[in-house]
Each structure stands twice: as C-alpha cells, then as structure tokens.
C-alpha cells in the first residue's frame, strides 16, 4: 500500500530558529500534498495545499513567508517553520494523494520550540 | 476550516461497553471517512463510507451515514482499552483536501 515517510518525528529547537520537515511517498507520486497542524486537543487545521511543481496554497490565517512549503517533486515536500517561536510548537502532519492513491498520511512531526 | 461537530467531544466507557460517536458535515459529500488518532501520534485510517451507502461494517466497527440530515455515526462494540484514543470524522474527494471534524476522544477504562 502507499506509505509516506515523514520526518523528523519529534524535533526540540531553540526560538528565533529554523526546522524543515520532510514528507516523502516511497511507492507512488505525491501529485498533492497538504499540510496540517494539531494543537493539543484539538482537531486537524488545514495549513496549505500544494501541487507538485507549483507555489503552496495556504489558508486563511497561514503565514506564508513562516511556513515555507516546498513540493519540489512527485516524491518530496517539505515545510520549513522559520523563525520558529514558541507559539508554533504543534503537531504537524501531511497528507499526499496521487493518481490512483487515496489520502495517505505521514506519521507526524512533534514540534517543540524552547 | 472545519466541517462540522462531533459529539461527544468526550467520552468515558468501561471495558466492553459499545461507544458511540456523531459527527455531523456542512457541505454534500461523496463520502465520509473515519480516522483513529492514539495520542500524540498519526492517523489511522478506519473506514469509508461512500454517499450511496447507508451503513457499513468492519470488525466491531460500525459505521452510519444520513446524507439528508448530513451525519454519521461510528459504533465501537465491546470496547477494549486498546480503543482509547481520539476519532474523528473527515471529508473530501479528489484533490480537494480532507476537512476533519472536531473529534472524540474516547477512554475506555479496563
């Protein structure tokens, strides 16, 4: 089945800081990819959108120059949280769909921000 | 943005117990989908219900769709410690991305 690889899963940063999180389909192209983000508690806010080979569309309320999407090919996307702060740690997740492909998720990035 | 409630938002079960959670939609649908989250972690995905469907089964899963009154329903039967987690509904076909409801977080107590 199709699987995506999500890295890192947790990661700890100090604030003013950078962190890229990476997704990658291993047996099918990610013509897609979203992004979401959970607070605890809470449900699955949908963060952007984005097609392979084209800028992220980001909803409303989703900073763009913070969170950094990049869907460079049909296997990888990565965001980026710039200038991490502490109000940014959250879950984040990802979500590629493909030709043929169904909703698949990564696993999950655990974002702490000291 | 979300598409809609589910209730309860929370609820404690003992141990073989059936748990029932509702979650109610905004827009029309080609299907409706269920995802497990155990804490802290990723989603599991639990079934799908497509819009000509009134009910379907997996395991002691059982899962209800009411387009008319846009909701559905996930029956837990005989519930195990094991099922503790969150649920939550979603919705979203082709490439439009999948909206998740609020969710459930369900404790079942041994």
Redesign the interface.
């Known amino acids: 089945g199709a699987v995506v690889s ?1 890295h890192p899963s947790w990661v700890i940063c100090k604030s003013g800081t950078s962190v890229k999180i990476e997704c990658r389909s291993l047996d099918f192209q990610a ?2 990819m ?1 992004w979401y983000r959970q607070f605890p ?6 963060m952007a ?1 984005s ?1 392979e080979g084209s800028k992220a569309t980001y ?1 409303q309320g989703v900073e763009k120059d913070k969170f950094l999407i990049n869907h460079a090919s049909l296997t990888l996307s990565t965001l980026t949280v710039t200038s991490a702060h502490p109000e940014d740690s959250s ?1 984040y ?1 990802c ?1 590629a ?1 493909g030709r043929d492909y169904g ?1 698949t ?4 990035t ?1 974002l702490t921000v000291v | ?2 598409q809609g409630e589910e209730d309860p938002q929370a609820l404690s079960i003992q141990e073989g117990e059936n748990a029932t959670m509702n979650c109610s939609y905004k827009t029309s649908i080609n299907n409706l ?1 269920w995802y497990r989250q155990n804490s ?4 599991v ?1 639990l079934i799908l219900i497509r819009s000509n469907e009134r009910e379907k089964h997996s395991g002691r899963l059982r899962v209800t769709l009411d387009t008319s009154k846009k909701s559905s329903s996930l029956l837990i039967t005989a519930s195990r410690a094991a099922d503790t987690a969150s649920y ?1 509904c979603a919705t ?1 076909s082709g ?1 439009t ?7 459930t ?1 369900l404790s079942v107590i041994a």
């Open positions: 999500q013509t897609t979203f508690k809470q449900s699955l806010m949908l959108t097609n909803e879950f997740i979500s769909r909703y998720f990564g696993s999950g655990r | 943005s979300q989908q802290g972690r990723g989603l995905h939550f979203g490439n991305p999948l909206v998740f409801g609020k969710g977080r």
